[in-house]
């Protein structure tokens, strides 16, 4: 087989403010694989949070389409990464291969990837889009915008030094769509104390769900808050991979998996099965990226309670296309494999 790669740079629409930082823009690195005249594409992305650059991901990316030249065809590939081949090798590129080869094999069997996974209906789904930090009234504008277009889920961002203000910015987007599940993340800016006292008035707002309240590190302490919480705590940056998983399987409601973060789809569905029947359901989440990076997440989307697929509904210019978003649903595509195509320039807005 054969692989090429090419960095493009992803702007957003507009800046997103987390708790943590704010975005403008990121680097995607495009891995393509190709085999008998087809070809597979994955796409990973930088991530100051995970300690991934452009130059990074381009070079880890370059040694594994070394590795990658060694197969004569995909499957054997796949097998070989499936079966712990490239432990060193980061999550995030783990899960760009593995779509690339998954894409890839889709297309050479005619199917899309949901059926190479056992599915045979395409998964279809109303996906959260996120409004960042900012002001109420600004929140709710955008949140009348989001209902208008068709959006059932809206995910607030908090974390401001005041935690007042998160309050005012859930109650201004729950004046704005007062029909819509909201859930609620502070990407770890809350004290316990501070979470323990909050959580109560936000289920008094209709909040569905918080993500990650606390600081990463201290998983005790975050299922210890989940245990005590009037609405459900979802695990994100405390879950990290299978172990997390298994830590707090059964003691928080929820476990955000991010393939990037998880090592691709076939972790995925390693720690789907393993938290089956605890109490602890999935969330599907994303970094932002182009519908290439979100697209093999998408092909899993019957598979969770709380889906969160909105990374590429926040760029201003999208390469691609194929799972929709838009009107507030993503849908795998019924294309072979991943169902993704470039977006023609004159198409792209």
């Known amino acids: 087989m054969k ?83 490239r432990e060193s090798t980061p999550p995030a590129v783990t899960a760009a291969v593995e779509s690339a080869l998954l894409d890839l094999l889709g297309k050479q069997a005619g199917i899309p990837v949901h059926e190479l996974l056992g599915a045979s209906v395409a998964p279809c789904a109303a996906t ?43 109650r201004a987007v729950r004046a704005a769509a007062p029909h819509a599940r909201l859930l609620l993340d502070p990407n770890g800016a809350w004290t316990v104390s501070t979470t323990q006292r909050l959580l109560p008035r936000l289920a008094e707002l209709g ?11 201290d998983p005790e302490a975050l299922a210890t808050l989940a245990e005590r919480s009037p609405l459900p705590v979802i695990a994100d940056e405390d879950a990290v991979g299978h172990e ?46 182009s519908t290439l990076g979100i697209a093999p997440a998408v092909h899993l989307a019957d598979r969770a309670r709380w889906i969160d697929l909105d990374g590429h509904l926040l760029l201003a210019d999208d390469p691609w296309t194929g799972i929709g978003g838009a009107d507030g649903t993503v849908q795998a595509s019924r294309r072979p494999g991943l169902g993704v195509r470039p977006r023609l320039k004159e198409d792209r807005r």
């Open 128 to 170: 959260a889009r996120t409004i960042g930090i900012t002001s109420p009234s600004r929140a709710e504008a955008q949140a009348a915008r989001l209902v208008r277009d068709g959006f059932s889920v809206i995910k607030i961002k908090a974390g401001s030094p005041d935690p007042a203000d998160d309050l005012e910015r859930v």
């Open 3 to 85: 692989a090429r790669q090419r960095t493009v740079r992803l702007e957003l629409t507009e800046p997103l403010r987390i708790s943590r930082s704010t975005m403008a823009a990121r680097e995607a690195v495009w891995l393509s694989v190709e085999h008998a005249g087809r070809h597979g594409h994955g796409e990973a992305v930088t991530s100051v949070y995970y300690g991934l650059d452009a130059d990074t991901l381009g070079r880890l990316l370059h040694a594994e389409s070394q590795w990658l030249a060694r197969f004569a065809e995909p499957e054997s590939a796949l097998e070989a990464l499936h079966n712990g081949g």
């Open 244 to 289: 997390d998983a298994r830590r707090l399987a059964g003691r928080v409601q929820g476990i955000n998996v991010k393939l990037a973060k998880c090592g691709g789809v076939s972790a995925a569905l390693r720690i789907a099965e393993l938290v089956a029947d605890t109490g602890t359901e999935l969330m599907l989440g994303c970094l932002t990226a």
């Open 207 to 217: 909040i569905e769900a918080v993500e990650q309240p606390i600081a990463p590190g």
